[in-house]
């Protein structure tokens, strides 16, 4: 029987770049649609990290380089340019893909703002790393020179980091619903959504970028979703990871997979969000799960034959 199933998308699922991502989309798109052909209802929002720093980086520094009165474009306006862009690429991917397979299903992206809280010790620790791996002398010579915060990104390089609060609501849940349940596909919540504090009626942006696993959560559980599928570049998750007795890991209970973040088995700002947002998703209701796995292994997934499934179990 189909499910309602909201997947949130790795950065493998996009590419580093625009050709990257044109490309990637189309690949995307296949294994999306295949599920969709199952009679499954998807929502699907995805990552932006290298984006966004890309198009802060763009519309800052280079423009400002050739015009110095330039005002800033701050963060929050970058993840709206990286939620259209990256929605763009995919909602044009799923609906060719939609068209080439004879399935009659509209197709589009809700900007979608999501609502944090401006205490968030997250605002005074920045952890979300954004933008393109460095060298360590180059990440702290741009340290040293823009003020940015840099970090290590779990082993693969230097990066620039940001403020990452937790997501508290969405602003644009109900038109992601009522798509959802007139039987659209929706893309929502892009980039961990675009963040913003409310004012009374105001809604004004942070700078920040929301972790998209965390906010895929909050939706999941906003549209009453069956299954929260996080897809990456692994088809599973593992203790002792990288480590010659690695196990990798099938069916857990959500106190398993608590057990395990505690002894410290998923990399913080990788894997660890991942396990977080499964657990909290699988323990919102009951019935409800959480897989972790390979883009191209969502439908095996679904069906129980591979990836990290994370239950509340008995
Ligand atoms: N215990 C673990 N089990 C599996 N993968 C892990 C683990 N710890 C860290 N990882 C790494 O986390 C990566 C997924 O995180 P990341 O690349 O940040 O996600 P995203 O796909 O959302 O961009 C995996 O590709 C893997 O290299
Ligand atoms: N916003 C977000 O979580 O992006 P990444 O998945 O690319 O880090």
């Known amino acids: 029987m189909g499910k309602r199933i909201v997947i949130a998308l790795g950065g493998n699922a996009l590419g580093n770049t625009l050709t990257e991502q044109m490309a990637a989309v189309k690949h995307t798109a296949k294994a999306i649609v295949d599920l969709i052909a199952e009679g499954h209802e998807v929502i699907i929002s995805h990552g932006n990290g290298p984006q966004v720093g890309m198009i802060h980086h763009a519309v800052n520094e280079l423009t400002r380089a050739v015009e110095q009165d330039f005002p800033i474009i701050p963060l929050s306006v970058c993840v709206a340019m990286s939620q259209s862009y990256i929605g763009y690429d995919l909602q044009n991917a799923l609906r060719e893909e939609l068209l080439d397979r004879g399935i009659p299903k509209p197709c589009a992206t809700v900007i979608t703002q999501v609502v944090v809280d401006p205490e968030d010790p997250a605002f005074q620790n920045p952890s979300k790393p954004i933008g393109r791996f460095m060298s360590k002398e180059e990440a702290e010579a741009l340290r040293d020179e823009k003020g940015y915060e840099i970090m290590e990104d779990a082993g693969r390089g230097w990066r620039r980091v940001v403020a990452s609060p937790k997501p508290r609501d969405i602003v644009e849940i109900d038109t992601v619903r009522a798509l959802f349940n007139a039987g659209q596909v929706v893309i929502a919540g892009g980039g961990g959504g675009i963040p913003v504090v409310r004012q009374g009626n105001h809604l004004k942006g942070a700078s920040a970028v929301i972790d998209k696993d965390f906010a895929s959560c909050l939706i999941a559980q906003q549209v009453d979703a069956d299954v929260l599928i996080i897809l990456t570049a692994v088809e599973k998750c593992a203790i002792n990871f990288g480590k010659p007795d690695?196990?990798?890991?099938?069916?857990?209970?959500?106190?398993?997979?608590?057990?395990?973040?505690?002894?410290?088995?998923?990399?913080?700002?990788?894997?660890?969000?991942?396990?977080?947002?499964?657990i909290k998703f699988?323990?919102?209701?009951?019935?409800?799960?959480?897989?972790?796995?390979?883009?191209?292994?969502?439908?095996?997934?679904?069906d129980g034959k591979t990836g990290t499934v994370i239950t509340v179990g008995h």
């Open 246 to 278: 690695q196990k990798w890991l099938d069916n857990i209970t959500t106190d398993e997979a608590r057990q395990y973040c505690k002894e410290g088995q998923f990399a913080p700002g990788s894997m660890l969000p991942k396990v977080e947002a499964a």
């Open 282 to 302: 699988a323990e919102s209701a009951p019935g409800r799960k959480a897989l972790i796995t390979l883009l191209e292994k969502a439908r095996d997934g679904i």
